[in-house]
């Protein structure tokens, strides 16, 4: 019976000493978040350089210039993950599933948002986007739950925390007629 459990505890040690190598640092929830997360990311920074020739209000020009400037680097960090664990990196030009990520917005909106210039645009851009951070909290939470990489965790909680923040600061902004 001693041997039994020698034999399993070896084993039981084993697995868990394979499990704490970089490559092995992380499950099938860090993969999911950061492989839906890298198209939503490049689908908001997408939105907001549409603001540069929309004649977007200096408010909401500047929150565009933000979150481009913040989520080019995430994306990065993101498609860093994804090699470290060599897992697939998304296509530039694949903007994933609309049922991949929440609040991911359709070609047809993406052209639609696109033809707006001033105060239509201004509403549209912050309302869509406000929508788009929601999708992105919203996934960010469900990584901080089911996921195992720390690196993985601890940007999920970066994304959550400034998302939440540009969300209140888009309301405002839509309150003020920006």
């Not at 034999?7 to 092995?24: I, M, P, Y």
């Not at 209000?57 to 481009?68: C, M």
């Not at 991911?104 to 105060?119: F, H, K, N, R």
């Not at 645009?121 to 195992?148: C, P, S, V, W, Y």
């Given at each position: 019976?001693?041997?039994?459990?020698?034999?399993?505890?070896?084993?039981?040690?084993?697995?868990?000493?394979?499990?704490?190598?970089?490559?092995?640092?992380?499950?099938?929830?860090?993969?999911?978040?950061?492989?839906?997360?890298?198209?939503?990311?490049?689908?908001a920074v997408e939105m907001a350089q549409m603001a540069d020739g929309a004649g977007a209000s200096p408010e909401v020009q500047d929150l565009a210039d933000r979150i481009e400037a913040a989520q080019g680097p995430?994306?990065?960090?993101?498609?860093?993950?994804?090699?470290?664990?060599?897992?697939?990196?998304?296509?530039?030009?694949?903007?994933?599933?609309?049922?991949?990520?929440?609040?991911?917005?359709?070609?047809?909106?993406?052209?639609?948002?696109?033809?707006?210039?001033?105060?239509?645009?201004?509403?549209?851009?912050?309302?869509?986007?406000?929508?788009?951070?929601?999708?992105?909290?919203?996934?960010?939470?469900?990584?901080?739950?089911?996921?195992?990489?720390?690196?993985?965790?601890?940007?999920?909680?970066?994304?959550?925390?400034?998302?939440?923040?540009?969300?209140?600061?888009?309301?405002?902004?839509?309150?003020?007629?920006?």
């Amino acid at each position: 019976m001693t041997r039994i459990f020698a034999v399993l505890f070896a084993a039981l040690t084993a697995v868990t000493l394979a499990a704490c190598g970089s490559d092995s640092d992380f499950n099938d929830a860090d993969v999911a978040f950061v492989t839906g997360m890298v198209p939503h990311h490049r689908q908001a920074v997408e939105m907001a350089q549409m603001a540069d020739g929309a004649g977007a209000s200096p408010e909401v020009q500047d929150l565009a210039d933000r979150i481009e400037a913040a989520q080019g680097p995430e994306i990065d960090t993101m498609t860093g993950f994804l090699e470290d664990w060599d897992q697939p990196v998304p296509d530039a030009s694949d903007m994933g599933s609309m049922d991949d990520m929440q609040g991911m917005m359709s070609d047809i909106e993406m052209q639609e948002m696109m033809a707006l210039s001033g105060t239509e645009f201004n509403e549209r851009f912050l309302t869509e986007m406000i929508e788009h951070h929601k999708g992105a909290i919203a996934e960010a939470q469900q990584e901080q739950q089911d996921g195992q990489n720390a690196d993985a965790i601890d940007l999920a909680e970066q994304i959550e925390a400034a998302q939440a923040e540009e969300i209140t600061e888009m309301e405002g902004l839509l309150e003020a007629g920006s």
